[in-house]
């Protein structure tokens, strides 16, 4: 990558516990404390694993934008669904969970410099493709549910004759 810098940096105990105090305030203490328990259940190289899944998903993410590749590509799904997985290392996102991070990834200077040492162009992608992403899987539950209540609705007529 022409613009790569550093990877993701692991942050200062101070830092962590400042992003948990936000993190309480802004999901409640059930999800953070969720994720503090899954995380302090990794032995170290479970951790140091971790971290580095995380770090191959956002560099081939900024892979996948110096090659041109838009939300909806194959290829950027593909990765978005290892990041969903990936979040799940240390808890369960939904929509908006996801949604909130994308954001969060392009207007918080702590992520944005985060990012940025991957790509400079990074943060905005990541907002881009994942807010595409979460209006997909919003889609297609939407679809799933719709066709449950068809299927409901079918059983009930076929019932009644």
Known sequence: MSQKKDGLKRHSAEEQKQYEREARLQYGPGTVNESIERWNSYSDAEQEAIMAEGSQ?????????????????????????????????????????????????????????????????????LERVIDHYVDDLETAELERMLAEDEELENRRQNLSR
């Open 57 to 125: 998903i956002y560099t081939d993410l900024a892979e996948a934008m110096e090659a041109g590749k838009e939300a909806g590509d194959r290829q950027v799904v593909d990765i978005l669904e290892r990041w969903q997985d990936h979040l799940r290392r240390f808890y369960e996102p939904s929509l908006d969970m996801l949604r909130g991070l994308g954001q969060m990834y392009n207007s918080d200077p702590r992520f944005i410099a985060n990012f940025q040492a991957i790509h400079s162009d990074l943060p905005a992608y």
